[in-house]
């Protein structure tokens, strides 16, 4: 071989190299716009799993309130009545106040109340001037179609009575609180003239 045929070889492998040196720094480039683009979907990724584990967290929050809604106490009526079992609004001839409402038959144990007189006084079943039972109607229980979950829940009647044992019924209004287990699910108020 003669010294031009390597001259003329040296030259080509130098462009040869220059091309892949231009190559080399093009993909360089490349490959840190994919680092950078691969950590900013990482941080995509973190924010989104972080969205999602708050959205879980709020979701099983709202089903529980759900639970508790659809667990309430519904279909209340309210009336104060004489000795004789008659109606009245009035705080002077009322004897006793009669809470009638349909509860969840999940609802039903551990049922408690709170009866708060117009003048702040608290009142409870463990005081002797409250009490509850359960109402048998025809022997069929009542179904209704909980209209967030699409389930059929069967409710029982439930009667309470407040009696008070040493004091007259005072004029103002009466705010009854219902408890089952110690959650409240339902809250009704009577007024007495």
Same mark, same amino acid.
């Given at each position: 071989?003669?010294?031009? &045929?390597?001259?003329?070889?040296?030259?080509?492998?130098?462009? @040869? &190299?220059?091309?892949?040196?231009? /190559?080399?720094?093009? @993909?360089?480039?490349? %490959?840190? &716009?994919?680092?950078?683009?691969?950590?900013?979907?990482?941080? !995509?990724?973190?924010?989104? /799993?972080?969205?999602?584990?708050?959205? /879980?967290?709020?979701?099983? $929050?709202?089903?529980? #309130? +759900?639970? %508790?809604?659809?667990? *309430?106490?519904?279909?209340?009526?309210?009336?104060?009545?004489?000795? #004789?079992?008659? *109606?009245?609004?009035?705080?002077?001839?009322?004897?006793?106040? /009669?809470?009638?409402?349909?509860?969840?038959?999940?609802?039903?144990?551990? +049922?408690?109340?709170?009866? $708060?007189?117009?003048?702040?006084?608290?009142?409870?079943? $463990?005081?002797?001037?409250?009490?509850?039972?359960?109402? %048998?109607?025809?022997? #069929?229980?009542?179904?209704?179609?909980?209209?967030?979950?699409?389930?059929? !829940?069967?409710?029982?009647?439930?009667? *309470?009575?407040?009696?008070?044992?040493?004091?007259?019924?005072?004029?103002?209004?009466?705010?009854?609180?219902?408890?089952?287990?110690?959650?409240?699910?339902?809250? @009704?108020?009577?007024? +007495?003239?």
């Amino acid at each position: 071989m003669s010294l031009g &045929k390597f001259k003329k070889e040296v030259v080509s492998l130098r462009k @040869m &190299k220059a091309d892949f040196d231009n /190559q080399l720094v093009v @993909m360089n480039a490349d %490959l840190s &716009k994919l680092r950078q683009e691969n950590e900013s979907l990482r941080k !995509e990724n973190s924010n989104a /799993q972080n969205m999602i584990a708050g959205l /879980q967290k709020e979701n099983k $929050t709202l089903k529980g #309130n +759900l639970d %508790l809604v659809s667990a *309430m106490a519904n279909n209340s009526l309210s009336e104060a009545v004489k000795k #004789n079992n008659k *109606m009245t609004v009035s705080a002077r001839k009322a004897k006793k106040i /009669q809470l009638a409402f349909d509860i969840p038959q999940r609802s039903l144990s551990g +049922l408690e109340f709170k009866v $708060t007189s117009p003048n702040d006084k608290v009142f409870t079943s $463990t005081d002797g001037s409250i009490s509850h039972r359960l109402v %048998l109607n025809d022997g #069929n229980p009542v179904a209704s179609l909980d209209p967030q979950s699409g389930y059929f !829940e069967i409710s029982q009647r439930v009667v *309470m009575e407040y009696a008070p044992k040493k004091t007259r019924m005072e004029k103002g209004i009466y705010k009854v609180d219902v408890f089952s287990q110690g959650t409240l699910i339902g809250r @009704m108020q009577v007024k +007495l003239k």
